[in-house]
């Protein structure tokens, strides 16, 4: 499993375990880079796979956060 796999695996897992609710912001790109020791690219390649799972959302000009609709995705 890739670098970006990982990443996108342990936010899903943070989201399906309710640690990261709907609505909630997720850590700035930088933060998850520091958090997680990767690059980010690494971090952007995560997040686009959380968005094609429809799981997160982003802003444009603001930041990224767990879909309202989350809890309906998952069931």
């Given at each position: 499993?890739?670098?970006?796999?990982?990443?996108?695996?342990?936010?899903?897992?943070?989201?399906?375990?309710?640690?990261l609710k709907?609505?909630d912001r997720?850590?700035?790109?930088?933060?998850?880079?520091?958090?997680h020791g990767?690059?980010?690219?690494?971090?952007?390649?995560?997040?686009?796979?959380?968005?094609?799972?429809?799981?997160?959302?982003?802003?444009?000009?603001?930041?990224?956060?767990?879909?309202?609709?989350?809890?309906?995705?998952?069931?």
């Amino acid at each position: 499993m890739s670098k970006f796999e990982k990443l996108a695996a342990d936010i899903r897992r943070q989201i399906q375990a309710g640690q990261l609710k709907p609505g909630d912001r997720l850590p700035s790109v930088a933060k998850l880079c520091e958090e997680h020791g990767v690059s980010y690219g690494t971090v952007r390649a995560a997040m686009l796979i959380l968005k094609v799972e429809k799981l997160i959302v982003g802003r444009p000009g603001d930041a990224l956060y767990v879909r309202e609709e989350v809890d309906r995705i998952l069931a």
